[in-house]
Every structure is written in C-alpha cells, then in structure tokens.
C-alpha cells in the first residue's frame, strides 16, 4: 500500500465527517514526508462506509465523567512516575477506548461503562465523536484525531456491525493483516504519518496470541492569538528544590479560575475553539498532593465558574517540549477494568473468537513556545486470543500393573474393534 492510498483513507474520513478542512490542509507540514505501508496490509474500510451518526451535544453528565476519567488516568500516572514530567490525552486514551467497548459485552461492558462515567457504550461513543469532529472544524487550528482498526487476517473474524459502527463513529481505517514484522512497521508508519512525525513508534512486536490492534492519534497545532515578543530568563525552582534558569513567556490573560485551592487561568489558541488551561498548586503543597486531592467535577466545575470579566491575570509560563510513555494497564485495572483483560473477557460485539485486551500503550509530544503549542498522542489497545479458563480436572491414577483387558475401540461408538486380558508380560 502506498502512502497516496494511506492519505486517501484520511481524505474518505474527513469527507464523511463533512469537515472543512481537509487531510492535506490539516497535516500539511514543510518537510514532512509521509511512510508507505506494505502491500501486506490491506485497507477494507470502503466495505464498512455507514451513515454518520447525528451529534450529540455534550451534557454535563459527559463532562464529569470525561473529567473525571483525565483526572483518575492523570493521578495514577502520578503515582506511577515518581519523577520527570507526564503528559496525556485523555481524548485519544478515551476515544481508542470508547470503541472497544462498543465491542463489548455483558459484565465486560458493565465495568467498562462504570468506569467510564456511566454512559452507555453507544451514546458515550457519540458524545467522543461529536467532540472530535467539533473541534476538528476549527480554522485557526489544527486538530485531527484519527483511528485505525488492524486485524490479523485468517485468525479473527471480526463482527461487521462492530466495523461499520467504527468507521460511522470515528472514521476508523480498517486494515486486515498478517500481523508479522511488516504489520507491526505498517502500524508505526501509519501512527508517523497521523502525528506529522512527532511520535514515530507505538509498539516494539505483535505475537504469537494478538488478533486485534485499535490505535488513535491526536495532532494538534495552535498558534497563539498574538505571539509573545520575546522570551526572559526566569528561575524555576523543581521538586526537588534545585533551581534551574528557563524561557518564560509573560503576559496578561483575562480568564482566571479556581479549584482544588489551586489558581489558575486559561489562555485561548488563535480562533478561540482551543485554549491552554493552568493550574498552580497552593503554596507548600506538592503538585503529588495536589493532583491528589483533584476530582474531575471539581475541575470541571471550576472552568464552568471560572471568572471571565473585569479579571487581569498576569502570567509566566515556562517554554517546554518534552514526551512521555506509558502502559495504561494497570491505571485502567484501578479504575475498574478487570475483566476486560482476563481470559472471561466478553468482546462478542467486536470478534467471533474470545479476545481480549493485552495491554494498552500511550504516547504523547508536546512543545510550547512564543508562537503557540504543538502535541500528538497515540494510544493503541491491543488485544490476545483468549479462552474461558478450563474448569479443574479431577485426578484419577490407573497402573497396568496387574492383569488387565485392553482393546481397539471405535471412538464414534465406543464399540471395541479388539478387545482382550492380559494376565502377565
């Protein structure tokens, strides 16, 4: 497959989405030169083209809940990396998720659905997908969020209504492949190409067991209203108490909030869909602590009550670029996740065959600077073949050791085609 025939897939997405900015508009950067994929990974999407859904506007019940997800994944990865700065996209952690638990079933969706707020797998999915296309029709900013599907072809058999509703939702690309080395460079390259090259690997292998691989990217590029003049050299005092010199950025915003006895203040990307919010722990505490003691309707209250007339907040913020890594198994495990990733796992809605989730890897880019601030994020879950574990077998010990009758049998019947008694050797 070439990289013309990959671009087309983002084009036919985009398109179904009715979005106005197109694919090459929204990822087109000076030097930046897509990978091809083999010829081994098959595009199939065009056999799952289904209408696209109507758009859900998001309650606040989704709000809560989609804070509330950003702010648990946030807190475990806190807890996770003692040191070094963390960054994540609850969006494409959200999104990649939302569509594999529109695969699932029964307590398997129960828990996923728990976890996630409450919202069923269905709505929750729309609410994501009416968000993402929102944003995306942005024309001061770039923001693309994309999904693939990847199967390994003669091993699962994957639900069509599962597919169809993957690419009506999300705009997903299907692949069906033979999951060898190819495969695993084919899904690098295609996450390369969706994040403009900021993130060019997502995973190392696929093994013997893997059957499905779903992954999303977020790339976005937000240029400030006005770019800072120049940059000063300020002291930033790290955790551990040692100071370092940094770029600051200074300025004055006019939207300033609150919460969890934090401040904070919100400074709007060019266009205005888009902003960067900050928070700054109280004085004395830890950012540990603070995280700690966040909630995400407290977060998502205070930006609804965040004061936005007659306030001047003057700011400095720190010029960074930075990426991290992460398993987000065992963050999603904490927050309820269990049998999602056990051998009782319910995706009925998503393969004919038992699978389920082997791991689900996260990675992210981020830099901010005096013209504005450029981020990607991958994540991608990727699921095993599994079985219902065999019930324990009862122990039973025979020993020819004595005189016995023995014989050839008819397995179909059980009818002995010889049969005879052996008294001695």
Known sequence: MTAKRTMAGVIAALMLFAQPVSAEQALADAGFKEKALSASSVEVSAAYQANQPKSLKASRAFVNAYDESAVRLLKEAVKTSKSGNIMLSPDSILTAMSIVMNGAKGSTLSEMKKAFGGIGAAKYSRYLSTLNRRIAKSKRATYVNANSIWYHKGKVTMKDSFLKKSVSDHGAEIYA???????????NNWVFNHTKGKIDKIID????????????????????????????KRTFTKANGKTQKVSMLEGVEHEYLEAGGGTGFVK???????????????????????????????????????????????????????????SLKKALRKMGIKKAFSSSANFSGMTKESVAIDDVLHKTFIRLDKKGTEAAAVTAVLMKASSVMPQ???????????????????????????LGVVRGI
């Open 177 to 187: 492949a033979p999951f060898s080395t190819e495969t695993v460079r084919d899904i």
């Open 392 to 418: 324990p077998q009862m122990i039973r010990q025979v020993f020819l050791d004595r005189p016995f009758v023995c014989g050839i049998i008819d397995t179909k019947t059980g009818a002995p085609l010889f």
């Open 268 to 326: 709007p990307y060019a266009g205005g869909e888009t902003a960067f919010l900050a928070l700054l722990p109280p004085k004395g505490m830890s950012v540990e602590a603070y995280v700690a003691g966040l909630t995400g309707k407290g977060l998502a209250d205070a930006y609804r009550k965040r004061i936005k007339q007659n306030v001047i907040v003057q700011t400095r913020i720190p010029e960074f670029e930075f990426r991290y890594q992460t």
């Open 205 to 232: 292998n696929l093994h013997g067991l893997s059957r499905v691989v779903i992954v999303n990217t977020v790339y976005f590029k937000g240029d400030w209203p006005e770019p800072y003049a120049y940059t000063k």
